[in-house]
C-alpha cells in the first residue's frame, strides 16, 4: 500500500519561506513523477508543481514560478517543495501526489496516490 505524508505547513508572514517534505512508502519511489497541488477553501485542488520521477524535469504554475521549488531525493524517498516570497493567496492546503508515470504532468487525472494534506497559512 502506498503511503504519502506530507509535513513542514503551518503558519508564515507574507514574503517568509517555507519547506514542504512529502515521504513515500510502500512504491518505487524513484519511478515515478511527483506532483504538488493545494486547494484554498472554497476553491478547487489547483497544480503547483511537478517534477520528473529522476528529478531532471521540473514545470510550475504560472502563480509560483519564480517563487516555487521543487526537489527530491530518491534515496530518501523524500520530494520537497520550497516556498519562498510566500504571499496570502498561498494560502491553501498542500498536497502531495505520485504520477502512474515516469515523466511530470499537470494533470490531477494521471496522479493516483495522494497524501492527506498539509496547511500552509500566509498572513498579510
Known amino acids: 500500500q502506498v503511503q504519502l505524508v506530507e509535513s513542514g505547513g503551518g503558519l508564515v508572514q507574507a514574503g517568509g519561506s517555507l519547506r514542504l517534505s512529502c515521504a513515500a512508502s510502500?512504491?518505487?519511489?524513484?519511478?515515478?513523477?511527483m506532483g504538488w497541488f493545494r486547494q484554498a477553501p472554497g476553491k478547487e485542488r489547483e497544480f503547483v508543481g511537478t517534477?520528473?520521477?529522476?528529478?531532471?524535469?521540473?514545470y510550475y504554475a504560472d502563480s509560483v514560478k519564480g517563487r516555487f521549488r521543487i526537489s527530491r531525493d530518491n534515496a530518501k524517498n523524500t520530494v520537497y517543495l520550497q516556498m519562498n516570497n510566500l504571499k496570502p493567496e498561498d494560502t491553501a492546503v498542500y498536497y502531495c501526489?505520485?504520477?502512474?508515470?515516469?515523466?511530470?504532468?499537470?494533470?490531477?487525472?494521471?496522479?493516483?496516490?495522494w497524501g492527506q494534506g498539509t496547511q500552509v497559512t500566509v498572513s498579510s
Open positions: 517534477i520528473s520521477a529522476s528529478g531532471g524535469s521540473t
Open positions: 510502500g512504491r518505487t519511489f524513484s519511478s515515478y513523477a
Open positions: 501526489a505520485s504520477a502512474t508515470t515516469p515523466l511530470g504532468t499537470v494533470l490531477r487525472m494521471n496522479y493516483n496516490y
